[in-house]
């Protein structure tokens, strides 16, 4: 069997089965085959911010997991040398996986009060809708 299938499978068994919301950091796809009706949402920020801090989280939180990481960490990379690996380059691509119409929402995050009204708004929109039926 292969390691994705297996891992969906753990997955699977371990999410209670009223779960109505998962979040974290993770692609867009990873729970497809379980929730194949998921609503999908988002939070972007600006590239050079989100380069920057993840550089700085990555120095004082090392992901032993992540070749990446130990990579920078092991060469002592500066933030121009890590900015400049091709790892480094359009990592919130890897959240959004897939066809960005597929989502219900995309908040961005240097502008999260306005992200969070349009949130709540959808959010409400969906309620009436699903009362109505």
């Known amino acids: ?13 371990i999410i209670p089965s009223k779960t109505s919301c998962i979040h974290g950091h993770f692609s867009s796809t990873t729970f ?4 194949p009706n998921a609503q999908l949402l988002s939070w972007v920020r600006d590239p050079i911010e989100r380069i920057i801090s993840h550089y ?6 090392l992901d032993i997991k ?3 990481c130990i990579k920078m960490i092991r060469n002592r990379l500066s933030l121009k040398e ?4 091709p790892e480094s380059r ?3 691509s890897f959240f959004i996986d897939q066809n960005i119409d597929n989502f219900n929402f995309i908040g961005i995050l240097e502008n999260f009060e306005k992200s969070i009204s349009l949130l709540l708004k959808k959010v409400e929109d969906f309620k009436e809708i699903k009362n109505s039926r």
Not at 1 to 13: D, E, G, T
Not at 32 to 35: E, H, K, R, V
Not at 56 to 61: A, E, I
Not at 82 to 85: A, H, L, V
Request: overall charge positive; aromatic content about 12%.
């Open 66 to 68: 992540n070749n990446h």
């Open 32 to 35: 497809s085959d379980i929730y």
């Open 90 to 92: 359009n990592r919130q």
């Open 56 to 61: 700085y989280h990555w120095k004082k939180n």
């Open 1 to 13: 069997m292969h390691m994705v299938s297996i891992v969906k499978i753990k997955l699977a068994n």
């Open 82 to 85: 890590f900015i400049e690996m």
